[in-house]
């Protein structure tokens, strides 16, 4: 399974576009990339998922180039009950997904 | 219930003692996983389990087995607990008929081993 980095943490604004980078440089062919939202003492809340090029949600966007090797989570408008981590993984279905979740991104939005 | 359940919420365990945490979901998922979060780190997946009767050994399967006897239940038990177990263990599961990888989590057990 490919590993996942991400920057560790992040600061922005209340209604700021925010976009978040994951490299997964050795990303197999049958990887899918799913990104996961998690807020203190509570378990993680899926957000999208891809495969290639860009998809979008009434959440978010997920945007990812070509050769796959990183994916780029985009949220806009950010508002305080934004401010969670934000994690990236890389998965293979196998009937369920076994997945590599990496440390996150620890997204701050001020007011 | 809706979604996913843990128990117990939290417990202090002595080492070397047997503990089995119990997860139940009633969404009908085929696939079912458990992880543990350490302060400040990401998700380690522990075992994973693809439909009942199954299961398959995730990153940190050491010291930790699973069962999957039914659709709904998919209990982890410690054999023998050491305290660098100590940590938040989420369970959680996905409905694999479909290249979806949204899984759905539970609260969380909050295990301290001393």
């Known amino acids: 399974l490919a590993k996942t980095t991400q920057p560790i943490s992040m600061d922005s604004y209340e209604g700021q576009e925010v976009n978040i980078t994951c490299s997964h440089n050795?990303?197999?062919?049958?990887?899918?990339i799913t990104w996961y939202q998690q807020f203190p003492s509570q378990g993680p809340r899926f957000i999208i998922q891809?495969?290639?090029t860009k998809v979008t949600n009434e959440v978010a966007s997920l945007f990812i180039p070509a050769d796959r090797k990183s994916s780029t989570l985009s949220l806009p408008r950010v508002s305080l009950s934004d401010t969670a981590v934000y994690y990236c993984?890389?998965?293979?279905?196998?009937?369920?997904?076994?997945?590599?979740f990496g440390a996150g991104t620890r997204l701050f939005v001020k007011a | 219930i809706a979604g996913i359940t843990q128990a117990p919420t939290s417990q202090i365990l002595a080492a070397g003692r047997r503990m089995t945490l119990r997860c139940t979901q009633d969404?009908?998922?085929?696939?079912m996983y458990w992880y543990r979060q350490d302060l400040g780190l990401g998700l380690r997946l522990i075992h994973y389990?693809?439909?009942?009767?199954?299961?398959g050994k995730g990153e940190v399967p050491d010291g930790y087995s699973v069962s999957r006897a039914n659709t709904d239940d998919f209990p982890l038990t410690l054999a023998s607990a050491v305290p660098s177990q100590t940590s938040v263990y989420f369970c959680?599961?996905?409905?694999?008929?479909?290249?979806?990888?949204?899984?759905?989590f539970g609260p969380g057990t909050r295990l301290t081993v001393l």
């Open positions: 959680a599961s996905s409905d694999s008929k479909g290249f979806n990888n949204e899984q759905f």
């Open positions: 993984l890389v998965g293979v279905f196998t009937g369920g997904f076994k997945t590599i």
């Open positions: 050795n990303i197999a062919t049958n990887d899918y």
């Open positions: 389990s693809n439909t009942a009767g199954t299961t």
């Open positions: 891809g495969y290639k």
């Open positions: 969404m009908r998922h085929n696939a």
